[in-house]
């Protein structure tokens, strides 16, 4: 697979981006409504802090794009981006309700195998044998640390339907990373961030309104949880997300994001107490030597 060259701000972006997509969880737990109205107020809210942000920067317009779209091709684009960022994160939210923690957790943590078959579908990228066993090293891992946490893996005729959901979210978060490396050639990621956090608020509203009571927050601390959400896992979270992407290649950013059960855990470990197993330390390394040895893996040729 082909690598742009890494410089530093990018694998910075994307060491914060895993992070603020990382505390996720711990926001959601946090929340005083559903999951559904939690995720719809992200978005908007958001989207407005990037609008005002935008409208009150001062700075020089970035650079041009590299690849010139069509607008009405590009507004395509972001709606599908859009459309596949709100299946992933409400069949993520969903499985939960119909399968184990750890069920969900793995089976969204093959989104890296199916970002490289993509890859190698639509865009004639195949990985190295190198890079093909450091992704393997880094779901290996990522499936010790998740395994460990809760307790191992349980199929079953119930759980059925939660992990289809599950592996369904792994399956549109792939797809989302494709649309946005392709829309990173052409719009700047403050603009995709904006946009994308809009369309996904206004198609997660009509939802919200019809199967989550309360709709909103009812204390200040509600409301700071949701802002808190907004700016760590949305705009630093996806929007530094996209900012690498244009200069990283997809499987490297997906396979980035299987470090996000160690975020949480580790923000479990200082605001939760909950305590760290010799076995899940051994699964943190294991995702983070993966992740460095693929980021080292030469380009295949």
Not at 30 to 55: K, N, W
Not at 136 to 155: C, H, Q
Not at 220 to 248: C, D, E, N, R
């Amino acid at each position: 697979m082909k690598k742009s060259g890494y410089q530093v701000l990018p694998i910075l972006a994307l060491i914060v981006s895993t992070i603020g997509m990382g505390s996720a969880i711990f926001f959601v737990k946090l929340s005083e409504v559903d999951a559904t109205s939690t995720l719809m107020l992200r978005m908007f809210i958001a989207g407005g802090i990037a609008g005002i942000l935008r409208l009150g920067s001062t700075h020089a317009s970035p650079p041009p794009a590299s690849i010139h779209r069509r607008p009405a091709t590009l507004l395509v684009l972001l709606f599908l981006s859009a459309l596949a960022s709100t299946i992933d994160l409400l069949s993520n939210h969903w499985a939960l309700t119909f399968t184990s923690m750890a069920n969900t957790a793995i089976l969204m943590n093959l989104s890296p195998v199916f970002v490289a078959l993509l890859s190698y579908i639509f865009l004639k990228e195949k990985l190295t044998a190198r890079q093909s066993l450091s992704l393997l090293i880094a779901l290996a891992g990522a499936t010790v640390l998740v395994l460990a946490k809760n307790g191992g893996l349980s199929f079953s005729k119930h759980s059925f339907l939660g992990d289809l959901l599950a592996l369904n979210s792994a399956l549109f978060y792939a797809i989302y990373f494709m649309l946005l490396k392709e829309l990173r050639g052409s719009i700047n990621s403050r603009n995709i961030i904006i946009w994308q956090s809009l369309i996904c608020g206004s198609l997660l509203l009509p939802i919200a309104l019809l199967s989550s009571t309360p709709l909103f927050p009812t204390s200040p601390k509600g409301w700071l949880t949701i802002f808190a959400l907004a700016i760590f896992s949305q705009l630093l979270g996806h929007g530094l997300m996209a900012y690498a992407l244009k200069y990283v290649d997809v499987v490297l950013a997906s396979i980035s994001t299987l470090a996000k059960p160690v975020v949480a855990i580790m923000l479990g470990y200082v605001f939760f107490n909950e305590k760290l197993l010799p076995l899940q330390w051994l699964g943190v390394l294991t995702v983070l030597f993966g992740i460095a040895w693929y980021r080292r893996s030469p380009p295949a040729t």
